[in-house]
């Protein structure tokens, strides 16, 4: 039986500071609707811009994940995200009135304690979850991490940490199911080593963050010049001078709190696949870079193989969006390289072009005497006629622009094209457009059967 996603009954507000910023922020946690998925909006902005909350968006990973478009920027997300992924939240609007989310406690409770409260609406349409079909190997052989992820019918994560660090030692963590989260990781603080504070500081960082919403781990005993100079730095007063182990003689909530908190940074980075998966995550000494880089690679994996090979419907009687002369007025080619006859539809992410294939193309000339068959390199060259459509098209001078090959990858052709075929296009882009580049995954329709796909990469590049 197939479950149905979920949104929130009513809104939640909640107020807090930021860790990096220090700001007060507000937030409100809105209802949704089907399909909407996860997004922030900065009402604090005039245009109040709304950022998907999806890993294509991450611009930045230190000391926390950043999410970014067209400039605008949320910071700290990874509490919240995970929060509501564990509590199966799947539509929401998040409205904050600053750059970065409030940090509360360091832990992830308050959102959990939140979304309880108000409680979750069941809606109609169902939930999508991927399935890991075979093992999945993430590494930076440089800093010595890793990521792996199994085929399971769950989904369950296994965290292990190692800073080289007399304190903390290697710790792991385990979270067998998404319903033991609120007990077992919503709870952990975020953490911080006491040599480290100094230099996030002078970086702007921190200035939100105290002994009340982080851990601060202390390898060695604080001689009273250094705590002076701490008190003084963080302008607190309340400092206290201990031997090596945690300020302020912290009491931890559970002996391993650190490593669980690495595994509830893990959830919330890999919500941002947009995806539900099941799998069994192994994680050795994670990070949001890491993490949102797999979530990045799971997520161009899942959405090609969502993108299943359903020829869009073509109807000859329908007006176009674009007829060839409104083509030529976006695109530079012309006959008898101009390969796109229609466009048929044109979305943000995704668009539908044809061609209609007669005896009479030039190349069939000599492709080949007897036996005309389309080229595949035309092939190629025709979707990537139509992803110029859907590249240029947002521009306000598109005929200023041409767009250039930078890679060309997992092509397969599938059955011959030849005269008389009518081509169907179907460009999606697999990522954002960012600094000019655009990638996308290209299918080619005959009728209902898929003749051509694979994964063009281009730059968008201003002519002289």
């Not at 399971?152 to 998404?178: C, G, P, Y």
């Not at 009687?317 to 008898?336: A, G, Y």
Request: charge should be negative; aromatic fraction near 6%; glycine fraction near 6%.
């Amino acid at each position: 039986m197939q479950e149905k996603q979920h949104t929130l009954k009513s809104e939640i507000e909640l107020e807090g500071k930021g860790l990096h910023t220090g700001l007060n922020v507000k937030i409100a946690i809105c209802p949704a609707g089907e399909n909407h998925g996860i997004k922030f909006q900065r009402i604090d902005i005039p245009e109040q811009p709304v950022i998907d909350a999806v890993a294509d968006n991450v611009s930045a990973t230190s000391r926390g994940t950043t999410l970014e478009r067209d400039g605008v920027k949320v910071s700290t997300i990874e509490h919240l995200m995970a929060s509501l992924w564990a509590l199966e939240v799947d539509n929401a609007l998040i409205k904050i009135d600053a750059p970065e989310l409030p940090i509360m406690d360091g832990s992830a409770i308050k959102y959990v304690d939140a979304i309880k409260k108000t409680g979750l609406q069941e809606q109609n349409a169902e939930r999508v979850y991927y399935s890991i079909r075979e093992k999945k190997v993430f590494r930076d052989e440089q800093n010595g991490k890793e990521i792996i992820i199994y085929p399971d019918e769950e989904f369950s994560l296994n965290v292990t940490i190692d800073f080289n660090s007399k304190v903390l030692n290697t710790q792991s963590a385990q979270l067998d199911s998404l319903a033991h989260f609120e007990k077992e990781i919503a709870p952990c603080r975020t953490f911080v080593f006491l040599h480290e504070l100094e230099a996030l500081y002078r970086n702007n960082l921190i200035r939100g963050g105290d002994a009340e919403n982080a851990i601060v781990v202390v390898e060695n005993t604080i001689d009273s010049n250094e705590l002076q100079h701490l008190s003084e730095l963080f302008n607190k007063t309340t400092v206290e001078r201990v031997p090596e182990g945690y300020l302020n003689n912290l009491d931890l909530r559970y002996i391993n709190e650190p490593a669980r908190h690495k595994l509830l940074d893990l959830v919330g980075d890999l919500a941002l696949i947009g995806y539900r998966i099941k799998g069994k995550v192994i994680a050795y000494k994670p990070g949001h870079k890491m993490n949102t880089d797999v979530a990045r690679e799971l997520r161009k994996t899942i959405k090609k193989e969502l993108l299943k090979p359903v020829s869009p419907k073509y109807d000859p009687n329908e007006t176009p969006l674009f007829d060839v002369k409104q083509i030529m007025s976006i695109l530079p080619h012309r006959p008898p390289f101009l390969l796109v006859d229609k466009i048929l539809l044109r979305t943000d992410e995704c668009v539908v072009g044809v061609k209609n294939v007669t005896m009479n193309e030039p190349f069939f000339v000599g492709h080949f005497p007897g036996e005309p068959v389309m080229p595949g390199v035309l092939q190629i060259e025709a979707m990537a006629q139509v992803g110029g459509i859907l590249a240029l098209g947002n521009l306000s001078d598109p005929e200023c622009y041409s767009t250039y090959f930078v890679k060309i990858d997992k092509v397969k052709f599938k059955r011959k094209i030849v005269p008389g075929d009518t081509l169907i296009f179907k460009l999606s882009l697999l990522e954002p457009i960012r600094r000019g580049i655009v990638s996308m995954f290209g299918q080619v329709f005959v009728g209902d059967h898929l003749a051509t796909e694979g994964e063009l990469t281009a730059q968008i590049v201003k002519n002289r």
